[in-house]
């Protein structure tokens, strides 16, 4: 597998918020991890529309981006970049896949520790192992005005704070059903991926501050 420079790391990995759609029943009390693990692995493959800011302290202005995602289990994560220029980004098993101007280069994750750490982050939200992630986050799941949810995922390990701050999902309970909108990802270096989902063709997204 061909190493993948540095610069061109912290460009990819944001890339990897690759959470497709999690959906699970409205419960009638506080929401549980148990009940959004179960509901989570029952999840079929899936695919979304998604529009994506990247703010990285190696570059003046934050960058912008949309397409879609799709997950197909068990493990096999898509990212199509539609705009502003065709891409794609696939990570299946231990391989990384990224597709541009007719060009590929695949890179395994043993040689990407941040994307092996957001691989098998991401994964575990995608598959319902959520109980799996209690070794390296703290996970607090808690109710959001309305009717919705954010469950943040806060690195215990030394090994991982060095490369992430936190992973923040967000979404809204709908005819019995919750679905993601939000997740950001904010890495140890100051870098931070924010990337909605489900958004129509043209719906411009929130912008946020450029500083973290």
Do not use: K
Not at 191 to 203: C, H, I, K, T, Y
Request: hydrophobic share 40%; with cysteine; net charge negative.
């Amino acid at each position: 597998m061909t190493p993948i420079p540095s610069i061109a790391r912290r460009l990819l990995a944001p890339a990897l918020l690759l959470p497709g759609l999690l959906c699970l029943p409205l419960p009638t009390l506080a929401i549980e991890l148990e009940t959004l693990a179960a509901a989570l692995a029952a999840r079929g493959a899936d695919s979304t529309t998604y529009e994506q800011t990247r703010y990285l302290s190696i570059l003046d202005e934050p960058l912008e981006s949309s397409g879609r995602l799709a997950f197909e289990p068990p493990d096999r994560l898509v990212q199509e970049q539609l705009a502003p220029e065709p891409r794609t980004l696939i990570l299946d098993g231990e391989e990384m896949t990224y597709s541009a101007a007719g060009r590929e280069r695949v890179v395994s994750l043993d040689d990407s520790p941040q994307g092996a750490a957001l691989a098998a982050s991401l994964r575990g939200i995608l598959n319902g192992q959520v109980e799996a992630l209690r070794d390296d986050y703290e996970l607090v799941l808690r109710e959001r005005a309305g009717d919705g949810w954010q469950l943040n995922l806060l690195p215990l390990t030394e090994e991982l704070a060095d490369r992430i701050r936190r992973i923040e999902v967000i979404g809204q309970f709908r005819d019995q059903r919750a679905e993601v909108e939000r997740m950001t990802l904010e890495f140890a270096n100051g870098d931070r991926s924010v990337m909605r989902l489900g958004v129509p063709a043209g719906d411009a997204p929130d912008r946020e501050p450029t500083s973290p």
